[in-house]
């Protein structure tokens, strides 16, 4: 009996003390529920709070490009450039100087067969020499009539008469002379010189062609020149430069100029005008450069492709497109001020570049620009600041 009633109380201290693990187990599991349940709630509270404060990306004002390149086309012509026209009609007799042939000033070109001409020049100072006979007479008779004013053997107004006729004949003499001096300039013209110094660039006629001042032969509708000669110890080249860089047009610009037949050289061109007004059609102005040909390289009539370069104002920055805002006070940045707090700031454009705008106020070097700014943000509004992550970032000068 004894033995039994041991067996019955370790039989119930087991059960109880199976219990106590049962509850205690019980209340460490409720406790382990609790805390994470506890810890999640914190987290989605601390989200929350985070989501309620929009996040931005910021970027900074950087400075503008201190220089900037454009390419232009432009022609390249002769320093002088003569098309030599026949003033008198004929057939050539022989050319002296053919394409490329450097001449001086007063080198003969060609000479030119004038028959008619010669006739009319002979018949000029067979009238010249018809009209001083006549005026040595009509002096005579004057002298004479003037002599019998005394004896009053002729009446004053046969006297009179007699001197008209004398000055008459004077000023048929004069025309004649004129005639003659007319016909040997023309003569001068048989002989084709060259103007200046410089090469012959062009020539239009063979031996025995007929020329005539209006043209020649084959064509008589059109006027041909001869030949062509070309001052190339120096050149110009002429542009047409753009409205907007207009400004720069001035004395001490220089262009650097590549033509194709030269494709790695570079050649420089100095400013020496510009034309004071734009051609309403394409907004350009005409600018004259000129180019130093010592070395005859260039030809006139070359293509050229002209770069120049111009000084920009370097009190310009550029911010990226994406963070300007448009509203109705016009375009602005936002910026993150003390407290990380949203403050918008007018700027005023200068130029819109690829992908950046510059800038001429309204922005420091120092400010913390919003990049891509919510449309939500509003004057004052709380933001965190958040770091982008790392992309490609333009750089003013590469646009250039």
């Known amino acids: ?68 390149t454009i390419t232009l086309p432009g022609n390249v012509e002769a320093w002088f450039q003569a098309p030599i026209y026949a003033q008198v009609s004929g057939y050539v007799k022989m050319w002296y100087k053919d394409y490329g042939a450097q001449v001086k000033k007063g080198d003969v070109l060609a000479e030119i067969n004038t028959p008619a ?107 041909t020149n001869l030949f062509s000669v070309a001052d190339i110890h120096q050149l110009r080249l002429f542009i047409s430069v753009p409205e907007a860089f207009a400004h720069v047009l001035k004395p001490g610009l220089t262009a650097e100029i590549t033509v194709p037949q030269f494709p790695k050289k570079r050649f420089v061109a100095k400013f020496l005008t510009v034309a004071n007004g734009f051609d309403p059609a394409t907004r350009t102005a005409v600018t004259e450069f000129t180019i130093d040909n010592s070395d005859r390289a260039l030809w006139p009539g070359s293509y050229a492709s002209v770069r120049l370069t111009v000084p920009l104002d370097g009190n310009t920055l550029t911010i990226p497109s994406s963070a300007l805002v448009f509203q109705e006070g016009g375009a602005q940045v936002a910026v993150v001020e003390s407290g990380d707090k949203i403050h918008f700031k007018p700027v005023h ?52």
């Open 1 to 68: 009996m004894a033995t039994a009633l041991l067996r019955f109380v370790h039989s119930d201290l087991r059960g109880k003390k199976a219990q106590y693990a049962a509850a205690l187990s019980l209340l460490v599991f409720l406790c382990l529920v609790f805390y994470a349940r506890k810890r999640e709630a914190d987290t989605i509270r601390e989200e929350t709070l985070a989501n309620a404060i929009p996040t931005v990306s910021v970027t900074s004002a950087k400075p503008g490009a201190q220089t900037e």
């Open 117 to 223: 001409l010669d006739a009319q020049y002979s018949q000029a100072k067979a009238a010249l020499e018809a009209e001083r006979a006549k005026y040595n007479l009509a002096v005579v008779t004057a002298q004479r009539w003037g002599a019998l004013r005394k004896s009053h053997a002729v009446s004053e107004q046969e006297i009179t008469v007699q001197e008209a006729n004398m000055q008459a004949e004077k000023a048929q003499l004069e025309a004649a002379e004129h005639n003659v001096n007319n016909f040997a300039a023309q003569l001068q013209f048989k002989t084709l010189v060259a103007p200046y110094d410089g090469v012959v660039t062009a020539r239009n006629i063979n031996v025995g062609d007929y020329i005539n001042k209006d043209g020649n032969i084959s064509d008589k509708n059109a006027v």
């Open 349 to 400: 454009i200068n130029r819109i570049l690829d992908g950046v705008m510059e800038v001429s106020s309204g922005v420091s070097h120092t400010d913390r620009i919003v990049n891509n700014p919510s449309a939500a943000l509003l004057e004052a509004d709380k933001v965190r600041v958040v770091t982008s992550a790392p992309g490609y970032e333009i750089n003013p000068a590469d646009l250039n």
